[in-house]
């Protein structure tokens, strides 16, 4: 016999969007329970980047002084190395926000900040170690779900369930939603390389002639993302891992003498880029948002950005209703409506981006610079556009739901 539990919401995936989603409910005097798979939030293959209009947010809602006190750095402008040449790519300190800067916050501090200020709500559960596996559906309406815990097996019942549950969505896939696939030409492989005394203050980009490093800056060591064609793994590794240690070298010779770390390959994981979004995010007691609506590329690093305003969305729409009852399936289309277009938008600027300049095609002669990085260079108020768009985002969220305390 399955355990059984019943709220007006469950959320499925504790990650950025079902984070904030179900804190915001919950700060709404909605009763949410989130379910998350994992015991923790401590995964290493996650973004690490808090925009401006996040915490913009986290003014808003009172907390913006206690999140600046987690540990984090600011990035107020966003530079990059492009065929050896340093190149200032986005200027954040002109943008209309209180911060005008990027925190890059590792994502499990940012997610245990929100679930301990959500936990203060009576109204909010979470779950963790819980997978659902499936949805419950009656008369073609979604009416909760089951889930496998390691105390056996779980069924929340709830007038909407929401699906949070990032690129590889369960949700999704039971829900029967239809989606459409954007090729993508790039995949990404990750991996950790010592800091020592004397390296570069923050997180870097370095881009040559069509390839790309990044490094994340996490505290004692680099998060390293390397971009490599789709597919292009097997014909690295056959190549041996000297050479790849060589070529990591050849984009930041200070990882020269640290790079041998990488000593096997099981210390270089491939993560598989995509890009795509649903045709209909929601149907009867049901919503997708977040990367479970629209798979985000780590391309402009606004994936986060972008499931976190998804989640306010829904809040401000959804809350007042939900505290009484059920929604209707117009109501959900509503957020479809709300955030498709800066979905539509960005998506479109990532293709944009892999196929122009992370594979290569812009990148000119060797050692020369694309022309638009050449316009930033020469005219630093271009920097303020790609500022705007990595910062704010296409129409930003204000968070509008009500409190009840
Ligand atoms: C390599 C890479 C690097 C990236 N770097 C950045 C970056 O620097 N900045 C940025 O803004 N974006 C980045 N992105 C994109 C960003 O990670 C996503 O857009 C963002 O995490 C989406 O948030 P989400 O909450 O919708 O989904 P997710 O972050 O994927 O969270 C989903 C959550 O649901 C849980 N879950 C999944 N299935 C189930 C289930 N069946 N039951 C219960 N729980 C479940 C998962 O464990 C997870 O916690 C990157 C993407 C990739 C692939």
Redesign the pocket.
């Known amino acids: 016999m399955a355990n059984k539990m019943q709220a007006r919401c469950v959320i ?8 904030m989603a179900g804190y915001l409910l919950a700060r709404a005097c909605v009763p949410v329970i989130v ?4 015991a923790d ?1 401590f ?1 290493d ?5 808090i ?1 401006p209009s996040t915490l913009e947010l986290m003014h808003e809602l009172g907390l913006l002084d206690e999140f600046l006190k987690q540990p984090h750095q600011e990035l107020r402008e966003l530079r990059a190395v492009v065929n050896g040449q340093p190149v200032p790519v986005a200027d954040f300190t002109k943008l209309p926000t209180r911060c005008k800067f990027i925190a890059f916050m590792p ?1 499990w501090d940012f ?1 245990n900040f929100l679930s301990s200020h959500a936990k203060r709500f009576q109204t909010f559960q979470l779950y963790m170690e ?4 499936d949805l419950l559906i009656e008369d073609s309406r979604v009416v909760g779900v089951r ?1 496998k815990t390691p105390r056996g097996e779980l069924e929340v019942r709830a007038d909407l369930v929401i699906g ?8 999704h896939t039971r829900g029967g939603f239809k989606q459409c696939e954007f090729g993508v030409p790039i995949d ?1 492989l ?1 991996m950790r390389i010592s800091k020592k005394q004397g390296d570069p203050k923050q997180t870097l980009g370095f881009f040559q002639h069509g390839k790309l490093l990044v490094l ?1 800056d996490r505290d004692d060591y680099w998060q390293c ?1 390397f971009v490599i064609p789709k597919g292009g793994f097997d014909e690295i590794k056959a190549r041996g891992l000297p050479e790849f240690q060589n070529e990591l070298v050849s984009f930041a010779d200070f990882l020269r003498d640290r790079v041998a770390e990488l000593d096997d390959w099981s210390k270089i994981k491939l ?4 890009i795509n979004r649903l045709r209909d995010w929601c149907r009867e007691g049901l919503l997708c ?4 609506a629209h ?4 391309a ?8 976190i305003q ?1 989640a306010v969305a829904t809040a401000n729409l959804l809350a007042e209703k939900l505290r009484s009852g059920p929604v209707s399936v117009d109501d959900l289309r509503k957020v479809q409506t709300r955030r498709e277009w800066p979905t539509r938008l960005i998506q479109g600027m990532q293709v944009f981006i892999h196929r122009r300049v992370v594979t290569g095609r812009a990148s000119g002669r060797k050692n020369s610079l694309p022309f638009v990085v050449r316009l930033l260079k020469w005219f630093p108020v271009l920097r303020q556009l790609p500022a705007r768009f990595i910062g704010l985002g296409p129409r930003p969220e204000h968070f509008r739901s009500p409190t009840v305390t």
């Open positions: 499925v995936g504790g990650g950025p969007a079902g984070m379910l998350e798979k994992h939030f995964r293959f996650r973004g690490d980047t925009h994502q997610l819980t997978e659902v596996v889930a949070a549950d990032g690129r590889h969505s369960i949700v990404v990750w994340l993302g993560l598989t880029v995509q948002i977040g990367d479970s798979a985000m590329s780590p402009g690093g606004v994936g986060i950005n972008l499931a998804d």
